[in-house]
């Protein structure tokens, strides 16, 4: 059984940092993908990050290039988020998620069938 928990979120002041954990455990994640979304209030849960577990390929979402990194630690079965010069608009809740890995990294939630339970971040202007 997969499970994914999050930690690290919480309140900053805009152009601080947080740097986001993810355990992975029920399983070997190198054939999966994992991947980083938020949703803001009110608002749809969109795509930020993914990387590839075997070969470490990322794709971004455009609003983060440059500001928010991936990265993972196979030791460990942890994913991180880097997140730096943050904005208020990067206010949400941020949800790490799993899928075996497909031909191409996917941006669509619904590609994505494991999920942690969230952590908020919140970024005061």
């Known amino acids: 059984q997969v499970q994914l928990v999050e930690s690290g979120g919480g309140l900053v002041q805009a152009g601080g940092s947080l740097r986001l954990s993810c355990a992975a455990s029920?399983?070997?994640?190198?054939?999966?993908?994992m991947g980083w979304f938020r949703q803001a209030p009110g608002k749809e849960r969109e795509f930020v990050v993914a990387?590839?577990?075997?070969?470490?390929?990322?794709r971004y979402a455009d609003f983060v290039k440059g500001r928010f990194t991936i990265s993972r630690d196979n030791a460990k079965s942890t994913v991180y988020l880097q997140m730096n010069s943050l904005k208020p608009e990067d206010t949400a809740v941020y949800y790490c998620?799993?899928?075996?890995?497909?031909?191409?990294?996917?941006?669509?939630?619904?590609?994505?069938?494991?999920w942690g339970q969230g952590t908020q971040v919140t970024v005061s202007s």
């Open positions: 998620a799993a899928t075996t890995s497909p031909p191409g990294i996917g941006t669509e939630a619904n590609a994505y069938p494991y």
């Open positions: 029920g399983r070997s994640f190198s054939s999966f993908d």
């Open positions: 990387i590839r577990w075997s070969s470490g390929i990322t």
